[in-house]
């Protein structure tokens, strides 16, 4: 007897002990839970969230956790930055300038208990952001000039030329774009909702299409406007250049001109000088010798020389031995 | 084939109180063994990882984090006591904004500009004009715990391909948020410049600017993302007719250099000859001074000189003088006609123009 029943009773045992760990292994499985980072737990009973022992609404964190099984259910949110993209609206400024406005959101699940019972998803929350961020931009844009929403500052703008340079333009009122954020920001409640949104952006902001094209338009002339400028200033200053060349080399030739003369004139009266002394010592004398050197000079070859014999000169001619 | 067992166990089979115990027994404690096996196989299974060159582990225990793990191989705890995730720490990712690699290569193709594309790089500048900005954005992930639990996404992630670290993003919400940030960060800065800063003079500031805006936006997220750099591709006027606009005002500013350049090399060319000229001319003028003066000087001195011989014999020497110069006089003329002056009525027939007119003069003279 003995015999047989020791193997049987073994067996039995084996197979009590897989049951065991069977049961336990399913209590433990319905029971035991593994928070990830980045997320949290609300744990409902019967659907309504449990509290913890404190009496603030049980919120599990990060970490290995057990509940009751079959009693109570657990529900997973997210504890990370959560992203929210709007669509792009088209809206009108204070400055009745109507532009098209694209914002971007980050926000985050802040009160897990509130907004399981309020919204109960992510999704839902996206849902909420829509209609509550669109509004808050709308009521914020009302309020600015469209330069409050496209500049940061007043810092004056830097041109490649200072043609370019604007006078005082459309001035920037408090913080700009960045106060603008913050106003939308400010704008959107969601403490109710158990969320929090933390960052505002405006990622696009741009003319509608039709205004785009005046604004191309205006690019357009204006850059012509310089152009023009250039080219009006290219014949400006070639003229002056050219002037002044004229006035230059003008003076330059004057000059020439002047000190050419005064030296020959020097020079003249140098000789005038000279020889008035000279020959004033004799001028009866000077007279003869200028005379002949005239006449060496004025009777040439070509010329024809008429003399009649009663010229001194050839009075041998006619009056032989005398 | 086994003879022993299952002809046993059929032999005694029928007999219901000979169910063979220690036979089943035997097999039970097989069944034992191997179960154990399979399940310490599964279970070491999940105890092995490797984590490849490029990236770095974070290993969680029951969810939390629980330590790093470097390149290489490693054990931890079995599933689902501690689970890996692997990031992809070393690589370098790139973010393009405004265009669109087709497919990166010795010639690199872009895809053509969509709508999507000018969407996000035509931007407002600070004179209220327009301008498309195109710029890439590299990061790096530097803290794998931030990468992975602080920025989420409503989207369900795929838990397995992020486990096993085949995807090159593991946390998809993180380029996301860093695009997010980019386009508002590029836009507000453009917001705050001029047309020609954005296109010309300021795009290197503009996109130092930018990264450090991007990188302090992303450490408010704790997106454990360092921004490597941001590079500005393109930027150019919204549409070809503004930047023919454009151009025309660079040809305008060229085409003044040029006319200036051509007024000046003009001025260069004249002025300094004209200053040769004038030297020149003095010069001469000098000269001829000079010239001038040593002539009369000799003339004067050749007349002093015969003045005071003369003065010695005036008479005679004034004689002398006279004929002397009438004698080369008369030699050198070539027409001499001389007439008795007794014959009048003489000049009425003479031809002036033409000596030889009167033939037999002439020859008479000529001789």
Known sequence: ?322 | MSSDGSGNWQGRGFDPENIPWQEISKWMWLVWVGLAVVGVGLVGMTMVYGIEASDEGVVLRFGKTHKRAEPGLHFKLPWPIETVYKVPVQRIQTLEFGFETQRPGRQTRYAPTSKDDLAVSEMLTGDLNLGNVEWIVQYRVNDPEQYLFKVGDTEVIDRRALASGTLSEVNAAVPDAIRDISESVMRKLVGDSSIDYVLTIGRDKLAKEAETMIQKELDDFEAGVDIITVKLQTTSPPTAKVQDAFQEVNRARQKKERVVNEAQGERNSKIPAARGMREKMIAEAEGYKNRVKLVAAGKVNAFLAQLAEYEKAPDVTRKRLYLEAMQEILGNVGSKTIIDESVQGMLPILNLDHGSAIPGIQQGAQR
């Open chain 1, 1 to 322: 007897m003995n015999r047989k029943i020791s193997p049987n009773f073994y067996s039995m045992v084996s197979a009590s002990l897989i049951l065991v760990l069977g049961v336990v292994v399913v209590f433990l499985y319905s029971s035991a839970y593994v928070v990830e980072e980045g997320k949290q737990v609300i744990v409902t009973q019967f659907g309504k969230p449990v509290e913890g022992p404190d009496g603030k609404p049980d919120v599990k964190r990060a970490g290995l956790h057990f509940r009751t099984p079959f009693i109570q259910e657990i529900h997973y949110l997210e504890s990370r930055l959560l992203p929210w993209d709007g669509a792009p609206e088209s809206m009108q400024t204070r400055d009745k300038k109507r532009i098209d406005i694209d914002v971007w959101a980050r926000w985050q699940i802040i009160d897990p208990q509130t907004f399981f019972v309020k919204v109960r998803t992510e999704q839902r929350g996206q849902k909420i952001l829509d209609d509550l961020v669109d509004s808050a931009v709308r009521d914020v844009v009302a309020r600015h000039n469209l330069i409050d929403v496209v500049r940061k500052s007043n810092e004056p703008l830097i041109y490649e030329t200072e043609e370019l340079q604007r006078g005082a333009s459309d001035q920037v009122t408090g913080r700009g774009r960045d106060g603008v954020e913050e106003e939308i920001l400010l704008g959107v409640d969601l403490q109710e909702y158990g969320m929090k949104l933390t960052k505002v952006r405006i990622k696009r902001v741009n003319y509608v299409e039709s205004v785009r094209r005046t604004v191309y338009e205006r690019m357009i002339s204006e850059r012509l406007r310089i152009a023009r400028l250039y080219d009006s200033e290219a014949i400006e200053e070639q003229n002056k250049i050219l002037g002044q060349t004229k006035k230059e080399l003008d003076q330059i030739e004057g000059e020439m001109e002047k000190r050419a003369a005064e030296i020959r004139g020097a020079a003249d009266a140098t000789v005038i000088q000279l020889t008035a002394a000279a020959y004033g010592q004799s001028p009866e004398f000077f007279e003869f010798l200028r005379r002949l050197e005239m006449f060496r000079e004025t009777f040439k070859s070509d010329t024809r020389l008429i003399l009649s014999t009663d010229n001194d000169l050839l009075r041998l001619l006619t009056e032989p031995g005398q």
